[in-house]
């Protein structure tokens, strides 16, 4: 086991505040178009939710199984997705649509991974979805009503996230391989996980202060519900302070990734501790990203 520091590449992703909309700059597709509305008047960056000002996507009405489509051009990790319904009439008829984020373009991507459910979201309003198992790496994001006899109508959808594999050069300080920054998400790859960490605990140095939004974990067998997560500024003991709120995504039983939001707490360190795990266990990491943007390095 190794106990020295090292220099290696952190997989950040950093941006302004928020992470931007990467659906303004993708192609938009849907399964058909009714007159003028079609598939890219929801990523034209207006929320105006009225339909007769020519604004929001709109299918044939009554198909089976309508979708829309928005294709990013590459992959990126997306934490958010934000819907707007219309406003002036039908706003329930988006009731029950899923969200599905992949990288699979068969079936116009349909076929990916459901992110997220749409229950209800009120007329005009626009509602925030997090996916259900944390982070989703995705070029395409569907929206897919099922059934028959639907009609598809969206006003906006702005999609939030980063470049999959874009790294800064960051100092770390860890118990052994650097394999878990390093911007490879394959559980089954020996070359993207850690080696077994000495004392259950993992720190890294951002080198600056930022905002954190979120932290993403992505592991092999670990139930991460137990993690304490430090985030900290130069001066301060990790051991003197209590662990942050930082809330775990809608965790899935089994699942092999756990994101924390963590509301844009303020910080340059931050420090895992898995208090779950007992003597001589050993806990594997494969993926830690940290979606952050820069405040001030004041220190």
């Known amino acids: 086991l190794k106990h020295s520091l090292s220099y290696i590449q952190i997989h950040a992703h950093t941006s302004t505040y928020p992470l931007p909309n990467v659906a303004l700059k993708g192609k938009a597709s849907q399964?058909?178009?009714?007159?003028?509305?079609?598939?890219?008047?929801?990523i034209d960056g207006r929320r105006n939710s009225f339909y007769g000002s020519?604004?929001?996507?709109?299918t044939a009405g009554d198909e089976t199984d309508p979708w829309w489509r928005?294709?990013?051009?590459?992959?990126?990790?997306?934490?958010?997705?934000?819907?707007?319904n219309r406003?002036?009439?039908?706003?329930?008829?988006?009731?029950?649509?899923e969200i599905r984020i992949g990288n699979e373009p068969r079936n116009n991507g349909n076929n990916n991974s459901r992110c997220a459910l749409?229950?209800?979201?009120?007329?005009?309003?626009?509602?925030?979805?997090?996916?259900?198992?944390?982070?989703m790496a995705g070029r395409f994001v569907n929206i897919l009503i099922p059934g028959k006899r639907k009609t598809l109508t969206l006003c906006e959808v702005e999609v939030y996230g980063a470049p999959e594999g874009?790294?800064?050069?960051?100092?770390?300080?860890?118990?052994?391989?650097?394999?878990?920054?390093?911007?490879?998400?394959?559980?089954?790859?020996?070359?993207?996980?850690?080696?077994?960490?000495?004392?259950?605990?993992?720190?890294?140095?951002?080198?600056?202060?930022?905002?954190?939004?979120?932290i993403t974990i992505i592991n092999v067998q670990e139930d991460f519900?137990?993690?304490?997560?430090?985030?900290?500024?130069?001066?301060?003991?990790?051991?003197?302070?209590?662990?942050?709120?930082?809330?775990q995504a809608s965790p899935q039983q089994q699942t092999q990734t756990h994101t924390f939001h963590c509301n844009d707490r303020v910080g340059r360190y931050i420090q895992?501790?898995?208090?779950?795990?007992?003597?001589?266990?050993?806990?594997?990491?494969?993926?830690v990203e940290v979606y952050r943007n820069l405040v001030l390095d004041v220190w």
Do not use: M
Request: a positive charge; one cysteine or more.
């Open 166 to 214: 874009k790294s800064w050069s960051l100092q770390t300080q860890y118990h052994t391989s650097s394999a878990s920054v390093n911007g490879c998400r394959n559980v089954n790859s020996a070359d993207c996980c850690t080696a077994e960490l000495f004392k259950h605990w993992w720190k890294v140095d951002l080198l600056a202060v930022y905002k954190i939004k979120a």
């Open 31 to 42: 399964s058909s178009t009714l007159s003028f509305s079609d598939a890219s008047k929801a």
């Open 272 to 287: 895992f501790i898995f208090p779950h795990v007992v003597t001589n266990q050993w806990v594997k990491l494969c993926e």
């Open 225 to 247: 519900k137990e993690t304490n997560i430090y985030i900290r500024n130069p001066g301060f003991l990790f051991d003197d302070c209590p662990p942050i709120s930082c809330v």
């Open 87 to 97: 406003g002036d009439c039908c706003h329930e008829r988006l009731d029950g649509a």
């Open 54 to 58: 020519g604004y929001c996507s709109h």
């Open 118 to 135: 749409i229950t209800r979201i009120g007329p005009g309003k626009t509602s925030t979805f997090h996916c259900e198992q944390g982070s």
């Open 70 to 84: 928005v294709d990013l051009q590459k992959k990126f990790i997306i934490t958010t997705v934000k819907v707007t």
